[in-house]
């Protein structure tokens, strides 16, 4: 299995402002919308953590040689298809509630990948957690950065 590497400084300090843009756009919301809209957030958020767990027990237990961009392609693929179907149609995720839960989770799980220095997949920083165990899927967002971070303390040493 390939190794894990922890993000750096510069990594941490993107992933921390994306995290915080993204608690800027979905706390706004959670206090305006009604218990039932908010219920409805909590419940897609746990579902989202639940099949995230599951993803990742199944690929460090059952496909650990899986590539680790194309496993991410596919791990980012069902919380962006949450947000994208649950934008306000009413129709797959709610009036808005997918959206919604969708942004809460990957927030979550880039504060997480903050604290833990995690260079991995952001949506399974959760399942990380409970594992207490890094995923070797790569992050597709903060890729280069983490490259570069890698190189340049490779250089140094």
Known sequence: ???RYRAGSIGRSLRLLVALCLVIIDVPVLLRAGWRYNLSVLALTIGLTLFYTLLHYVVSRHI???NS???AVLAVTPVFL???FGQGGGYLFGSGEGGTAAITYVALSLLIDVVRADSGCEV???PGLLFRERTHLACLLFFPID???RAGAGKSS
């Open 82 to 84: 949450v947000w994208f």
């Open 64 to 66: 650990p040689r899986l």
């Open 69 to 71: 961009y194309l496993g």
């Open 147 to 149: 490259m570069m971070e």
């Open 1 to 3: 299995m390939a190794e």
């Open 124 to 126: 399974m920083a959760l």
